[in-house]
């Protein structure tokens, strides 16, 4: 705990006072699901501050509750104990505010909505003009590449560039916040290591704060700027690891021994919680 | 010619062509069985047959009778032909114009039943209770038999003003809502935890929720529920129109032919029955084609 106090000392005096108010703050929280048989404790004790403009992964093994973890922070699921607050507010007003993208696990694509239909869907939700519904999704869908597919449907895409619309979907009205759940965890390492490089580019020059799922330590320590460390049963923040790694980087900083060095200490972090380590 | 071989052989014609083929052959053999009891009676008391006729007579016979009791395919194609194509189809001894009556009945009847089934499917889905207090009675209402409540819902309707087409259309309509109920319940509960969870982060109401994502994953459901209903439809115009003695539509050529023992018209009226059926099933067919290439099917 005092690591993690610590931790959130010296990140809040490196942010301007402007930006002083943290886009995530957990504290204390916990998450017991009722099944069946017997309660099973998802999250336990997490305490988590995201700041404006960080990059953070939550790795762990399977059912270590990073997944649940960021769906609280959604409101797509509610904690039983604990506090938590996104953008100041509570989750449900957060997500009522629309303060975050989500891209989830799987693309989750309309299959009857063409690929702009699928980009403006929040758009239509959030009631935009028709005109400025179009420009977004056009640069968006520039953002991601995918410039002559609006017209295509979801299942004439391959599995990457169906998830590089729900990128697109997820940025479409500009949220600061983005959360993202394995995104790339259904695709080859050669489309991965390519999307990867992409979403680091968008988040250099966007400047939004992120929150990414992940079972790869290489993808955590090449995209993060900070590392949570996951544990299950019940799941549990083990550790977190600051990387000062730059901001804009490229593939060559897996060769560097510093990345050697932070993914060590996730290695080392993983094994400690005594989870089976997936990679 | 040698093209045609070929798609022939590479095609679903043959197997489609020999599949009628049989069909054909056995409803012939069937009339030569079932209507020569009676011819062999008619042979047995002349006395110049007596004894004397030979299996070509009596297949020849059995296939050109006037009253049979089943008629042969010819016969019904001729009757047909009489009947569709050499009177205008205004008039009342053209079946096409029964046919039509028939059919008015039947899509008005199609479009109410369609209407009530999804009004109900959408209740039952956004009010949980409903699920409980609706479908016992969705259920029930299906295991009357149409025949029994048929009388009932004309003389009812006749009596507070509704004749003609509106009772017939009604009698269809209570058949036709019930696949499309159970359809568009399994349709609108249909999109996946992800798609709801997706939306839910945009902070959609329940409104759009509706629009953008139950409604149009129904598709999918609702259009083999109106395939089932529109049939259905057909059935209940026809079974409106026989307790009533109505004075057109197929069900009363049906009725008027079984009076007097017009097997050949009776038989013409379920052919043409069946047609009409048939194609209104192969028009929400299409239409189910056109919407689902529209909302990017891979047909």
């Known amino acids: 705990m005092a690591k993690i106090e610590r931790l959130r000392d010296r990140s809040g005096a490196e942010v301007s006072p402007a930006a002083r108010q943290p886009a995530v703050e957990v504290a204390g929280l916990n998450l017991v699901f009722q099944t069946a048989d017997t309660p099973v404790t998802a999250l336990s004790d997490i305490n988590l501050t995201v700041n404006k403009g960080d990059f953070v992964s939550l790795i762990g093994p399977s059912g270590c509750g990073k997944t649940t973890l960021l769906r609280v922070i959604a409101d797509l699921e509610r904690a039983t104990g604990g506090s938590i607050q996104v953008n100041g507010v509570s989750p449900e007003q957060a997500r009522l505010a629309r303060a975050y993208g989500y891209v989830f696990q799987a693309a989750a694509l309309y299959p009857w909505r063409s690929v702009l239909r699928n980009v403006t869907l929040p758009l239509e939700i959030m009631g935009l003009s028709r005109k400025e519904q179009l420009e977004r999704a056009a640069r968006v869908i520039e953002l991601v590449e995918l410039t002559g597919f609006e017209r295509k449907f979801p299942w004439q895409l391959s599995g990457g560039m169906q998830q590089r619309v729900s990128i697109a979907r997820a940025l479409s009205f500009d949220p600061d916040l983005l959360l993202m759940d394995e995104p790339f965890g259904a695709l080859d390492e050669i489309i991965r290591d390519r999307l990867n490089e992409q979403l680091l580019q968008l988040w250099e020059r966007t400047g939004k704060t992120v929150i990414f799922v992940t079972h790869s330590i290489p993808e955590a320590v090449f995209l993060s700027s900070r590392i949570v460390v996951m544990s299950p049963r019940p799941g549990r923040i083990v550790d977190i690891v600051e990387s000062d790694l730059p901001r804009d980087r490229n593939f060559e900083i897996r060769e560097d021994a510093r990345f050697a060095e932070i993914a060590h200490r996730v290695r080392l972090g993983l094994r400690a919680g005594h989870g089976d380590v997936d990679e | ?299």
């Open chain 2, 1 to 299: 010619m040698n093209s045609l071989a070929q798609r022939l052989r590479d095609g679903h014609a043959l197997p489609v062509l020999a599949i009628v083929a049989v069909l054909i052959a056995v409803w012939y053999l069937g009339a030569i069985w079932l209507n020569s009891q009676r011819i062999i009676d008619l042979y047995e008391a002349d006395e110049d047959m007596k004894g004397k006729w030979t299996t070509s007579d009596l297949i020849r016979d059995t296939l050109s009778m006037n009253r049979p009791v089943l008629p042969a395919p010819d016969q019904v194609v001729m009757e047909l032909d009489r009947s569709v194509l050499e009177v205008a189809p205004t008039s009342n001894r053209s079946l096409l114009y029964h046919a039509w009556v028939t059919l008015s009945a039947a899509l008005v009847g199609f479009g109410l039943g369609a209407l009530l089934g999804i009004a109900l499917a959408v209740a039952i889905v956004h009010v949980k209770t409903l699920e409980r207090a609706l479908m016992p009675w969705v259920i029930a209402s299906q295991t009357i038999p149409i025949l029994a409540i048929a009388p009932m819902i004309i003389v009812v309707l006749g009596s507070i003003g509704f004749v003609g087409l509106m009772p017939k259309a009604f009698i269809s309509a209570y058949l036709c809502f019930f696949p499309v109920t159970i359809g568009m319940v399994k349709g609108l509960t249909s999109p996946e935890p992800l798609q709801l969870d997706l939306i839910r982060t945009y902070s959609a109401n329940e409104g759009q929720i509706f629009r953008k994502l139950r409604w149009p994953a129904s598709f999918a459901f609702l259009f083999p529920s109106l395939k089932i209903a529109v049939a259905l439809a057909v059935v209940g115009a026809i079974v409106g129109e026989l307790p009533t003695g109505a004075a057109a539509g197929l069900g009363a050529r049906l009725l008027a032919g079984s009076y007097y023992g017009q097997t050949v018209q009776i038989w013409s009226a379920l052919v043409l029955a069946s047609l009409v059926a048939g194609l209104s099933v192969a028009a929400v067919g299409w239409a189910e084609r056109i919407t689902m290439r529209r909302m990017g099917g891979r047909a």
